[in-house]
């Protein structure tokens, strides 16, 4: 093979390369002693099925069934913020970071594909840096579009999604994950988070609709905070399967400036893999 096509083939995969392999990850057997604290912490309590999971494999055998949300065009858009790295997997975005620090970062899933290496030419100043680790050109973070069912104004944290009136709203995620890239054609993350009063409830105008079809489940709230303990709370997921790219320089203009208040991507939860904490789709 000709060395130059060769050498040229490395610089435009080796992002991902590199997150896939980091020095730093815990061992194995930190993450399997997580799950077996969550099997051995949610067995025989009756908690309902639990988020991320593998989206290409929609089995399980929770049976702690609850009603799937409304359509989100019917739903207060009351929250928006993001994590590094994919919580779930499946799609264009099933190959795993590693175990990262235990605790959620540098953990999850990342895009398969490859990208230009004007694409990921290293963008100037710290994005994200206020969390654990600056974002990059080539990183792939799950953005979560959280609606409710409540009378509520969009707002920071899942406590927006939630009312004195009503205290267990319906809760829908849509949620689609991007691929950054050092590129001002590629999605614009401000166009993408934009909020408006339509037809009565907040929407998120730009939800991208040219990623697949959503794979629709029930289950929980996420974060690594549940590695160990199940979460109560019920939501219907809408999983969009395809992976997008959104300029670097966009997320860098949201981070700074948002009415959800965050400044940072957050960690992920451990994929969810125990068929008793899953459902069997919605």
């Not at 235990?102 to 840096?129: H, R």
């Amino acid at each position: 093979m000709n060395k130059v096509l060769l050498l040229s083939s490395f610089l435009v995969i080796a992002p991902q390369a590199v997150q896939a392999s980091n020095s730093h990850d815990v061992a194995d057997s930190v993450i399997a002693q997580q799950r077996a604290a969550l099997a051995e912490n949610t067995q025989g309590k009756g908690f309902g099925p639990q988020s991320p999971r593998d989206i290409d494999n929609l089995a399980g055998n929770n049976t702690r069934y609850f009603g799937q949300a409304p359509e989100y065009s019917q739903m207060n858009l009351c929250n928006i913020h993001f994590h590094k790295n994919a919580e779930h997997k499946g799609g264009e975005f099933n190959s795993y970071a590693g175990n990262g620090d235990g605790k959620g970062y540098n953990t999850g899933y990342v895009y398969n594909g490859k990208l230009s290496d004007a694409e990921l030419k290293p963008f100037k100043g710290a994005i994200g840096a206020k969390g654990h680790g600056q974002l990059e050109p080539g990183d792939t973070i799950e953005l979560h579009y959280v609606h409710s069912t409540a009378q509520v104004k969009p707002g920071p944290t899942l406590g927006s999604c939630l009312s004195e009136s009503i205290s267990n709203p319906q809760l829908r995620v849509e949620t689609q994950v991007f691929v950054i890239v050092n590129d001002t054609n590629a999605l614009n993350f401000v166009d993408l988070t934009k909020v408006e009063m339509k037809s009565g409830v907040y929407q998120a105008l730009n939800i991208p609709t040219n990623t697949g079809k959503p794979i629709q489940y029930a289950g929980s709230t996420t974060g690594p905070s549940y590695n160990e303990q199940a979460s109560p709370l019920q939501v219907t997921w809408s999983v969009r399967p395809k992976v997008a790219k959104v300029d670097i320089a966009s997320v860098a203009q949201w981070l700074a400036n948002n009415e959800f208040d965050e400044d940072h991507a957050h960690g992920v939860r451990n994929l969810v893999t125990n068929p008793d904490l899953l459902s069997a789709g919605h």
